[in-house]
């Protein structure tokens, strides 16, 4: 469980990097796209070091292979750490992003967004919120650090 949190972390240094360096010299929406695949991939690896702590506390017995059944089954374990919670919800608005129809707008500009249509709402993704998921991500990552690690 701790190599897959360490893997997590190391997809955040990838994001920081195609933040603070790749968008501020290629604006397009494929970076933003990126960004967030790569937001989503250090998520998977951070469900999967929580379900790997359930398994190791005899809470879980096998990690399930679908992102429902996963999302479903941390629900379950965690369902009294709202932060937990939190993170859940976000993994699959973030899942929903990905996987929605978008287009571009204002590329190789500093306001570059991708707009997207998520549960029926219109969802913006631009520099700026693309870098509060990831500080969001960050935190998240570092809560799941301190249970892993017992700094709780």
Same mark, same amino acid.
């Given at each position: ?23 501020? +010299?290629?604006?397009t ?7 967030? @695949?790569?937001?989503l991939?250090?998520?998977?690896? @951070?469900?999967? @070091?929580?379900?790997?702590? #359930?398994i ?32 859940v919800?976000?993994?699959?608005y ?7 129809? +978008? ?9 570059v #967004?991708?707009? #997207?249509?998520?549960?029926?709402k ?31």
């Amino acid at each position: 469980m701790i190599e897959t949190l360490e893997e997590s972390k190391e997809e955040l240094k990838r994001v920081d990097h195609l933040i603070y360096v790749s968008l501020k +010299y290629t604006r397009t929406v494929d970076v933003l796209r990126n960004v967030l @695949a790569r937001l989503l991939s250090s998520l998977d690896f @951070a469900v999967d @070091a929580l379900l790997k702590k #359930a398994i190791h506390d005899k809470k879980l017995i096998d990690i399930p292979d679908s992102f429902k059944e996963k999302c479903d089954e941390i629900r379950r374990v965690y369902k009294n750490d709202e932060k937990i919670l939190e993170l859940v919800d976000f993994y699959i608005y973030l899942k929903k992003l990905e996987k929605s129809e +978008y287009t571009g707008e204002q590329e190789y500009r500093r306001h570059v #967004a991708m707009i #997207a249509n998520v549960d029926g709402k219109e969802a913006r993704l631009d520099i700026d919120s693309v870098t509060e998921h990831y500080k969001k991500v960050k935190d998240q990552i570092e809560f799941i650090d301190s249970i892993i690690n017992k700094k709780k």
